[in-house]
């Protein structure tokens, strides 16, 4: 069975056809600048990259060249489009309506228009993108994954906010959470490495990246995370703030007379890394800027740190115990320093990090010593195959 992974952008969009026997990517490619001056196709199959640049003005234009290159004669992975046997798309909010991934009708359609106010900058592109690929390719079952859904599970205590209850009435406003399928995927496979059945573990996952989300796993079900309705909250990220406490919002908003649009650029593009160190939000560059002697990057670089084996602690209580810590994502993957960084302090929750082991990058690996009865793993992401896995099983 061939699966075509879609993930839309506003001006991109990412593709992949996996075949599930096996789990072997067939092709993948990238398709940037939708809409606007430059636009190119970036396709990859068997070990040769092609790139084609041409005109992509909207988002049928741009999966028509998709389809087009996966049937390209020397560079294609397919004869014919009856091969496909479905299209798994990412989308980003399925707000409280959607707590599984779901095969795409119109009253579903009707239900990710009414979730876009929750996701403006995302959903819109994401429902492009499903009915783009609805009218190319008539009859192939379109599944929809969502970003959100794995997190329908958390409690009500952990998931509400302490507002006035008729916003959440009036506006849905709680904690949704978001890198579901990373955190699900991970979990998933912490569970084959340990081992272990997927029900019995009590997991903090923390998916580390441009955009970072730790994800409280027990039992498989996410019981609490720490992005919430928007994506900001948690662990500082590249160029967002984390925790905050909101009573900046409006003293910062009166001091420096900004909009609302304003602040939200300070809030989402300005700050973590970036904001903190001058430097980047790159965790590259912040961890060189930090070995060359710059103290804000050495602080970016604490603070990282500090809140994020600070929500491990607490997903521990909250959880009432803990089985393994799951690193994921680029600086999760990759980053020993950062790795380090987190666990040193652990030691008491029985979290023990093996200086060795923990030189990996970009690979699977338990990292804990052996004595350490908490487990720490690395495990790359793969949201892609995630959404492959979760349409397949939808389709049966
Ligand atoms: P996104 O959230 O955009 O998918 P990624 O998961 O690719 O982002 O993560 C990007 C982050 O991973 C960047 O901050 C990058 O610096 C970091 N990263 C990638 N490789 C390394 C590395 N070898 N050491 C430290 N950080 C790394």
Redesign the pocket.
């Known amino acids: 069975m061939k699966i075509l992974v879609i993930n839309c952008g506003s001006s991109s969009l990412k593709y992949q056809l996996i075949d599930m026997e096996g789990e072997e990517v067939l092709a993948k490619g990238l398709v940037e600048r939708i809409g606007l001056e430059g636009s190119l196709l970036t396709h990859r199959t068997n070990g040769t990259k092609t790139e084609i640049k041409k005109e992509i003005p909207n988002h049928k234009v741009a999966i028509q060249l998709v389809i087009d290159a996966l049937l390209h004669p020397e560079h294609g992975a397919l004869k014919n489009l009856g091969e496909i046997a479905a299209v798994g798309h990412r989308v980003v909010h399925g707000g409280e309506k959607f707590a599984r991934s779901v095969v795409i009708d119109e009253e579903v359609m009707a239900a990710l228009r009414e979730c876009s106010d929750l996701a403006p900058l995302h959903n819109p592109a994401n429902i492009i993108g499903i009915e783009a690929c609805q009218a190319l390719l008539p009859g192939v079952p379109q599944v929809a994954v969502f970003d959100t859904a794995f997190h329908q599970t958390m409690p009500k205590e952990a998931y509400i906010y302490g507002l006035p209850y008729e916003f959440y009435e009036k506006y849905g406003i709680r904690r949704y959470g978001f890198h579901g399928t990373s955190h699900k995927y991970v979990a998933r496979r912490a569970a084959r490495l340990l081992g272990r059945p997927l029900t019995e573990l009590k997991l903090v996952t923390c998916h580390l990246?441009?955009?970072s989300s730790i994800t409280a796993v027990k039992g498989g079900v996410s019981v609490d995370t720490s992005l919430g309705f928007g994506t900001i909250s948690g662990t500082i990220m590249?160029t967002r703030c984390g925790d905050i406490d909101p009573a900046v919002i409006p003293f910062l908003m009166e001091k420096e007379n900004l909009t609302p649009g304003e602040m939200n650029d300070i809030l989402y593009k300005k700050s973590g890394l970036l904001g903190l160190s001058g430097v980047s939000s790159?965790?590259?560059d912040i961890?060189a800027a930090a070995a060359a002697g710059n103290e804000r990057a050495q602080l970016a670089l604490n603070v990282l740190a500090y809140l994020t084996r600070k929500y491990i602690g607490a997903y521990a209580a909250a959880m009432g115990g803990l089985d393994a810590i799951v690193f994921t994502?680029?600086?999760g993957e990759?980053?020993d320093l950062i790795r380090r960084m987190i666990c040193t302090g652990l030691e008491f929750l029985g979290a023990e990090l093996d200086e060795e082991k923990n030189r990996v990058?970009g690979q699977e690996a338990d990292v804990a010593t052996s004595a350490s009865k908490v487990r720490i793993l690395v495990i790359p992401t793969n949201e892609e195959l995630m959404i492959a896995q979760e349409t397949a099983e939808l389709l049966g």
Do not use: F, K, M, V
């Open positions: 990246g441009n955009g590249g790159d965790a590259r961890e994502a680029g600086i990759n980053s990058r």
